[in-house]
């Protein structure tokens, strides 16, 4: 596949963005690469639309004035167009050889969705992945949203979609890749993770740092998502995961369950 058709013809890249001036982020994300050699579908949901006319006519631009994450990504899975779609982020720097990593990945395998590794800016992994191939509830939640590639057909078929309840700009500002993964699962398509590296990430991610109160917030919303009441007993035992391994102290136990409740509280009222 890599060897017959262009690239342009078979992946598209889903880049979601806010808050830019204008394009010159793609040239810090493709300073490894030819920006010109790819399919390229921006989302924007900046406070006014861009032109795009000066830049190339491989790139499809969009400007929506929904807030929230799972909007943009949604909106880009809608328009997207080509067999292969991965998700990006607007701050990630593409690995040389990330093209024929993702499409050999998918060539060779018969498999729906395919995740894989990042790097940070100082050249380590961006999280300890676990050492598996086949996806399982447990695992995805290791992955983040742009690291994720999937057949276009089988996501649209299946309707798979974020939930704008979750995300950057949401009321549960995070979660949305795992409820996406997820969802993946729970429709039965396949997923593998392709333990090759074809970008790089800040170190610093919105999702990391789960005893920060913003992810124990939606955190719990999840649980009662895909829980209802057990929700309650998976809070206390995530509460006390926390303090088992130091992330919070002894004194922030009880501020920290009721950060869990209150999401709760909150995602019930919206359901």
Do not use: W
């Not at 920006?35 to 190339?56: G, N, W």
């Not at 704008?164 to 398509?189: C, H, M, Q, W």
């Not at 610093?204 to 917030?217: H, L, P, R, T, V």
């Amino acid at each position: 596949m890599t060897h017959v058709l262009k690239k342009t013809d078979n992946l598209q890249l889903l880049i979601s963005t806010k808050g830019k001036k204008d394009f010159t982020f793609l040239d810090v994300m493709f300073k490894n690469c030819d920006l010109l050699d790819y399919s390229i579908l921006i989302v924007d949901q900046s406070k006014s639309p861009k032109d795009l006319t000066a830049i190339s006519n491989n790139i499809e631009y969009y400007h929506i004035p929904d807030n929230g994450l799972s909007f943009s990504r949604n909106h880009a899975i809608f328009k997207s167009r080509l067999d292969l779609c991965l998700l990006c982020d607007d701050d990630v720097v593409f690995e040389k050889n990330f093209y024929e990593i993702i499409v050999d990945s998918f060539e060779n395998n018969d498999f729906d969705v395919i995740t894989y590794y990042a790097k940070d800016e100082n050249g380590n992994l961006f999280k300890k992945y676990p050492n598996f191939t086949l996806h399982d509830y447990k695992t995805i939640s290791y992955f983040n949203t742009f690291l994720i590639a999937f057949k276009r057909e089988k996501i649209i078929t299946n309707n798979i979609k974020f939930d704008p309840l979750f995300g950057l700009g949401s009321v549960f500002e995070t979660a949305d890749e795992y409820i996406f993964l997820r969802s993946i699962i729970e429709n039965k398509l396949n997923i593998i993770c392709c333990q090759k590296i074809i970008l790089t990430h800040p170190a610093e991610s919105s999702g990391q740092f789960a005893e920060k109160d913003k992810n124990i917030f939606a955190r719990a919303a999840i649980f009662y998502k895909f829980y209802g009441y057990l929700s309650y007993f998976k809070l206390l035992h995530h509460i006390y995961l926390l303090k088992k391994k130091n992330m919070i102290t002894f004194n922030q136990i009880i501020s920290k369950l009721a950060v869990g409740l209150n999401g709760i509280k909150k995602y019930r009222s919206l359901k």
